[in-house]
């Protein structure tokens, strides 16, 4: 069969190519070249040209069956209920689906496609080069308020199968249009924690509560919506307790739903707003909170180590969670 379909192929191009050298005008090598050259020349310009790459990712229908699609759909389960499937590492019930929405699939929600093709990378968090390994086991030190999951185990296998899958045919090391958060332009006026509580009641209680308590599902772990502080939420090391990543994550992405009705400073405002309360210590506390400020906490606006409501935010944090100190 593939014999047969094998012959008709080289039969059809040998019958093409006498017809084109009969009506086509000649086609020489180094014109193919020429092509292909302007071709690549072009791509890489655009790769290196600041602007970003168009991508789409693959429709979940499209897991392939087999052993390499089981491994993706562990990985997309234990992005669902990281509680359920990777509950030795997390110290909270939060989920990755959470903030990385649609299953780490949403544009401007720092999907797991915009993030795969650029590691390993460096990052100024910890100063050195980062695998992907590593960012994902920070996201359960910070955000899940956890303990890293071992870089070569199963649980890690499936979600480096997952994102991998999600990125297929996505150029390596390019800015993928989508990717991280959108970016916020600097606020006009200083955040405001008091206007940010106005914002936070008109829009976002009916959801995370009047205390951002959430709710949890009454059938299963996590949440219908998810805490936004107290001891339940993401510690003081996680990427949202910064109001310039909470207030471009919110700006797109909340009020769930009815996506950019905040102007920019009133996600810069609810973003201090959140921010200024109580969560879990973060898990680099040095045993002194303004030694961990000045060595953390240097993002602008960072609200850790300063006086709100007459106390030093930090000074009463919730316990970190089972990081081991390191
Ligand atoms: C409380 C919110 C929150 C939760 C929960 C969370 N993350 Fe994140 N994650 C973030 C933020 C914020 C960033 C930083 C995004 C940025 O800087 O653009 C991030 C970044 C990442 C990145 C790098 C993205 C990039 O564009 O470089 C990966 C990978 C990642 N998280 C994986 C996970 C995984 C896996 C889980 C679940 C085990 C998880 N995250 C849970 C908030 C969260
Ligand atoms: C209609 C309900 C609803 C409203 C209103 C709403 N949210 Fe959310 N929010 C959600 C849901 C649901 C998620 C989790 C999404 C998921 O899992 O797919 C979420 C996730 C978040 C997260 C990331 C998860 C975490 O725990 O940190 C933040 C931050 C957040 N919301 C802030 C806000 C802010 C600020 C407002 C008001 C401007 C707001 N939300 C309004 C439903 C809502």
Known sequence: MIYRFLCAFIAAAAGISAQAQELLPARSALDDRAINEAWSQAWDDHLHSGKRVPFTPPSLSDI?????????????QAFM??????????GNELACTN?????????????????YPLYP???????????????????????MNGTPPPADGDLMKSFLAYFSWLSQSAPIGAKLEGAGFYSLPDPEQEPDITRGAEVYAQWCATCHGQNGEGERHVDTVGWVFPPLWGAESYNWGAGMHQPGKASAFIKKNMPYGLQNVLSDQEAWDVAMFINSHERPQDPRFTGDV???????????????????????????????????AN
Request: hydrophobic share 35%; glycine share 12%.
């Open 121 to 143: 990378k460096y990052r100024g968090k910890n100063k050195q080069v980062n695998t992907m390994e590593m960012r994902i086991q920070g996201c359960f030190r910070y955000s």
């Open 99 to 115: 903030c990385h929405l649609d299953i780490g699939r949403r544009a401007g929600a720092a999907p797991m496609w915009g993030a």
């Open 64 to 76: 392939p069956e087999g052993e390499f699609g089981e491994m993706v759909k562990d990985g997309m």
């Open 290 to 324: 303004a030694e961990t400020a000045e060595r953390f906490h240097t993002s602008p606006y960072n609200l850790y180590g300063t006086v709100v409501n007459g106390a030093v935010l930090g000074a009463n944090a919730y316990p970190a969670g089972r990081a081991p």
């Open 81 to 90: 209920y990281p509680a359920l499937y990777a509950s030795d590492y997390v």
